[in-house]
């Protein structure tokens, strides 16, 4: 590695003033306390609509990511919802500070068609809402940012719509996060998620995953995005076997870095094998945990953190979100 560890945690001292990372330490406890403090209620529902932007949005990918395959899920990032909602449907509206605009509109349509919500959120329009018009509204654990408490978020969700019985397995979770993202901390010199984001630095990293691994995906982006402010994009396959792939014809951009997250039983060996007939770079991620959830939230420690020694490297603060928050004031 060319940067010396000591000269990261200067980085890290100078330019992670609320300790972003630290939160990530928490994962695992915030997991568990979201598991053990939701109420258990009991829902029936035609399709389940999932509702929220970004940090809050990827609860909605990753649900449909583990459930999408045996019940009817529709992600919402969007002001609207389809016309067709009806009252046997549920909205579940997810957001961190209760107050965006986007998620609240859907919100006030569902309620307008008669349509049952449940919000998760720390508080904000979405909280005062729900006791206006007596929708259930559970409370998450405050964290930095929403983005920060994906724990919360997601365990929260689990929990609503999840049985009794499968909930119970998703304990070993917490204790799965906790270690992960113990092994990306400052203590542990260049780490994997350092030296992946010492790989990603002045490249445009390009995600590749089975589609049933969206989630992952858009979140790497988002992540990159948010913390280190750097473009990134990804491919789902198998629909990149029939786009994605002509960019590998001959010879690769040179700035591009494929990064591939890899399953066992997933069909992405026949592009590895291109890519390798290309001698081109590009690293692989395999996918770990005993089942679907663990290995996405695993990941998404993984790049998580990575997109966050990316922002030390860069000088920035992996926290602050200017511009987002500069364009949410102008929009009100
Ligand atoms: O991580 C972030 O700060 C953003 O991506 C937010 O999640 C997004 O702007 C939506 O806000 P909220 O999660 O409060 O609904």
């Known amino acids: 590695m060319a940067m010396k560890w000591e000269e990261v945690k200067k980085l890290a001292g100078r330019y992670d003033k609320h300790n972003f990372l630290g939160e990530y330490l928490k994962w695992g406890e915030r997991f568990r ?39 009817d899920i529709r992600v919402v990032k969007y002001t609207r919802l389809p016309k067709y909602i009806g009252e046997d449907d549920l909205v579940l509206a997810v957001s961190f500070s209760g107050n965006t605009i986007e998620t609240l509109s859907s919100v006030e349509y569902a309620l307008s068609r008669k349509v049952n919500v449940v919000g ?6 979405l909280a005062i809402l729900g006791k206006e018009k007596g929708f259930t509204v559970i409370k998450i654990e405050e964290a930095l940012a929403p983005r920060a408490a994906l724990p919360q978020l997601i365990a929260t969700a689990l929990k609503v719509v999840l049985e009794e019985d499968d909930v119970k397995n998703l304990a070993e979770i917490a204790t799965s996060l906790s270690q992960e993202a113990a092994k990306y901390g400052l203590d542990r010199e260049n780490n994997r998620a350092y030296k992946l984001a010492y790989l990603i630095w002045g490249r445009l990293p390009i995600f590749y995953a089975d589609e049933g691994y969206s989630s992952i995906l858009h979140r790497a982006k988002s992540s990159l995005n948010e913390n280190a402010k750097v473009n990134a994009y990804y ?72 997109s966050i020694y990316l922002a030390y490297i860069m000088k920035r603060d992996p926290f602050e979100i200017n511009v987002i928050n500069k364009l949410k004031r102008m929009r009100g």
């Open 33 to 71: 306390r979201a598991l053990e403090n939701t109420p258990s209620i009991n829902l029936s529902y035609e399709t389940l609509y999932v509702v929220g932007m970004v940090g809050s949005g990827i609860v909605g990918d990753i649900l449909n990511n583990c459930l999408g395959m045996d019940r």
């Open 120 to 125: 998760i959120t720390t508080g904000g329009k």
């Open 235 to 306: 491919q789902g396959f198998p629909e990149g076997y029939h786009n994605e792939v002509e960019i590998f014809e001959e010879i690769i951009d040179p700035v591009a870095l494929p990064i591939i997250f890899k399953d066992k039983e997933d069909d992405l060996e026949p592009l590895i094998r291109h890519l390798d007939d290309l001698d081109a770079e590009y690293l692989i991620i395999d996918l770990v945990g005993k089942n679907k959830i663990e290995k996405i939230l695993r990941a998404i420690v993984l790049t998580d953190i990575a």
